[in-house]
């Protein structure tokens, strides 16, 4: 039977104290007060490549980097019509995080899946960030509702809906799980240890494919990412 | 003759339908697991996406902000005549994924593959992708659109009939587990298995496997039927839920499909569709009438056929 009741849940501004993220454990489950900004490559490109300015303050006006493509289209009154939120899948953004983290002094890294063990290690720990992965994947309607006001989109023209910096003011927005606390620690990296000891049963039985393909293991403990 | 304006009015409307709601057969598959899980963290997870289903029909807005990279699956009646022919057919499913992109509005996913292009509105060199298939009687056509995500989640691996029966478990466990950590696969999902065909054709396969047949479908092989359920089985066995973390949920439903391959050959490809399952059909008749639905029932005996002539007459010689 569910025992979902179980998990911690937390209300946390976008622009945390180091107490409130120390306080954050593993696990628990986050919702968000306060501005978020969506910011993937075409962001990271354009700021950490091309040297283009920070259209905002930041840390200041948000310490939250959601990596996200919102399901949303420009209005002719020149408002936005904002219907679903999704992360999208972090791991691809690692060459930009040190830098990133460096420039925009954020503290919560939002998206989908996390980022590795050494991108927590060396990254986040050295800047006091944590990792909020967005929960599913995914609940866009539930994280839609979350948004009260998109105040503005920057780089529109240049980058897409897609790609462009969309900065939300959000109430009750989540729910978002801790997948890196304050130490590196990572949930997915502690599940995916428990789920590689039930692996070598699970496989009992099968052999290896005859045709072999480069790059492969054996070790299904490995990840891919 | 089957008006065209009503062909693309359909078609937005299932633009919206599949982005927003869930499929009732999906829904009440993720329920069952849901009650089932007894990892916490999973638990959790199934919990917020029921409640997530139910904000999405409430606020009409799309249940997940990834809204895949829509398609369509048209399949036309053999006495079934179309207002400016298949090419206006074509223009009126691009123009419904394009207008209803933008007034959902659904995320524009597509770019081009190189220079990044976005149109804004999920359509361009090849997209969305439109596949045919023809059924023997009647007079209408059938559309169904299907909002699957484009990046995790999808093998193919060239196997061998020595490989055998284990040698697709191995493949079905090597997929589920390799995207399944940290939840990049989107489970627990239907999955859908091809095999055979050639390395194109068993991707199509597997794919329209997921994407077309509903949760409790069996293939009519009964063979094949048991392999379908076994595999499910052994998916959630694995000691993995959603999200990649500890718990049973990786599998609503296995579908597996097949097609004749090289004497040599067992290709196979696995699909995970989603956890939001979005699809969504209509059939639009000659007078103009639509009934819609969410089941597309696509594999009907004729796209299963293995005779050289329909109505079936029995092949010469059945190779075991």
Redesign the interface.
């Known amino acids: ?4 009741g ?2 911690k849940k937390v209300s946390l501004s976008t622009n945390p104290s180091p107490e409130d993220l120390a306080k954050l454990e593993l ?1 628990n ?1 986050v919702y968000l007060n306060g501005v978020v900004y969506t910011g993937r490559e075409g962001v990271y490109m354009k700021v950490l490549q091309d040297g283009a300015e920070l259209p905002l303050d930041l840390p200041g006006e948000s310490a939250a980097n959601f990596h ?6 420009p209005r002719e009154d020149g408002t936005y ?9 972090s791991f691809r953004f690692t060459k930009w995080m040190a830098d990133w983290l460096r420039i925009s002094g954020a503290k919560l890294i939002l998206g ?3 980022m590795s063990p050494e991108d927590y290690r060396n990254t986040f720990v050295r800047n006091g960030s944590v990792y909020l ?1 967005t ?11 979350g948004v009260t006001k998109v105040r503005d989109v920057h780089w529109l023209d240049d980058l ?4 462009a910096m969309w900065v939300l003011e959000v109430e009750n927005f989540g ?1 978002f ?1 801790v997948e890196s606390d304050i130490n590196g620690d990572s ?2 990296e502690r ?2 240890k ?2 590689a000891e ?2 070598p049963k ?2 009992e ?7 072999k ?1 480069f790059g492969e293991t054996d070790d ?1 403990g490995d ?3 | 003759m089957i008006p065209i304006d009503k062909i693309q009015a359909t078609a937005y409307t299932l633009m919206e339908m599949a982005a927003i709601e869930i499929p009732e057969d999906y829904l009440v598959g993720l329920k069952k697991a849901a009650a089932d899980e007894t990892g916490d963290l999973s638990s959790f997870v199934l919990q917020a996406m029921l409640e997530n289903y139910e904000a999405a029909k409430e606020d009409r807005r799309a249940m997940c902000g990834d809204t895949g990279t829509p398609r369509w699956y048209v399949k036309i009646a053999n006495e079934a005549r179309i207002e400016g022919g298949p090419v206006a057919l074509e223009a009126a499913l691009r123009g419904a994924t394009a207008s209803a992109t933008q007034s959902i509005p659904l995320r524009p996913n597509r770019v081009h593959p190189l220079w990044r292009t976005d149109h804004d509105n999920n359509v361009g060199i090849g997209a969305p992708e439109i596949e045919y298939a023809y059924e023997p009687e009647g007079s209408w056509i059938d559309l169904t659109t299907v909002h699957k995500g484009g990046l995790f989640g999808t093998d193919y691996r060239m196997l061998f009939p020595s490989d055998g029966i284990q040698g697709i478990k191995r493949f079905y466990l090597d997929s589920l587990v390799a995207f399944g950590k940290r939840g990049l696969a989107c489970q627990p999902a239907i999955i859908g298995v091809g095999l055979g065909g050639s390395k194109d054709a068993c991707m199509v396969h597997g794919k329209r496997a997921a994407c077309l047949r509903t949760v409790g479908d069996r293939n009519p092989d009964p063979k094949i039927a048991e392999l379908e359920m076994e595999l499910t089985e052994l998916g959630n066995n694995i000691g993995m839920g959603a999200m990649g973390f500890v718990g049973k949920s990786m599998v609503i439903d296995t579908h597996i499909e097949v097609g004749y391959c090289h004497t040599g050959a067992m290709q196979m490809s696995v699909h995970a569709f989603c956890l939001s399952s979005r699809r969504a059909c209509a059939r639009v008749y000659a007078g103009g009438s639509v009934e819609y639905r969410t089941d597309p029932e696509w594999y009907t005996p004729y796209q299963r056929r293995e005779t050289v002539t329909w109505p079936a007459t029995e092949p010469s010689r059945k190779s075991a």
């Open positions: 039977m569910a025992r979902h179980t998990l696990g489950v996200c493509s919102p399901a949303a289209a019509d904002l219907s679903a939120v999704s992360a999208t899948a989908k899946g996390g992965t929960v599913g994947y995914g609940t866009g309607a539930l994280l839609g509702r897409g809906i897609a790609q729910p799980i949930l997915f599940e995916n428990k789920i039930g692996l699970i496989y039985g099968t052999k290896p494919a005859v045709l393909r299904r990840e891919l990412i």
